[in-house]
């Protein structure tokens, strides 16, 4: 079974950085686009990044462009996001996802297009 586990998450002071790793194993990480989303209490889950499965296209949320990075490293079955010039808004809890289906060539943005999920990891900014 396809497991997602994240990590990096933790406590920055606004206009820090950190980055976040999603380590996969279950299926062929190579084969599968991935994504970072994020969600406060009392709101919506929403897209923050995601990748394509090769790697080549990519596509941000208004809200982090210019700040954040996703990244793949298909020799570890790992997605990366770089945060930088973290604000006190970029405070949720952010997870991974893997995308149902394989070899798709366009970022998806929705939920419903990821059938893969990790816990979690808390990422506070503190202004």
């Known amino acids: 079974q396809v497991q997602l586990v994240e990590s990096g998450g933790g406590l920055v002071q606004a206009g820090g950085s950190l980055r976040l790793s999603c380590a996969a194993s279950?299926?062929?990480?190579?084969?599968?686009?991935g994504g970072w989303f994020r969600q406060t209490p009392g709101k919506e889950r929403e897209f923050v990044a995601g990748?394509?499965?090769?790697?080549?296209?990519?596509y941000y949320a208004d809200s982090v462009k210019g700040r954040f990075t996703i990244s793949r490293d298909n020799a570890k079955n790992t997605v990366y996001l770089q945060m930088n010039s973290l604000n006190a808004e970029d405070t949720a809890l952010y997870y991974c996802?893997?995308?149902?289906?394989?070899?798709?060539?366009?970022?998806?943005?929705?939920?419903?297009?990821?059938?893969?999920w990790g816990q979690g990891t808390q990422v506070t900014v503190s202004s």
């Open positions: 996802a893997q995308r149902l289906k394989s070899y798709i060539n366009y970022v998806a943005m929705e939920s419903y297009e990821y059938g893969y």
């Open positions: 279950g299926r062929t990480f190579s084969s599968y686009g």
């Open positions: 990748i394509t499965w090769s790697g080549v296209s990519t």
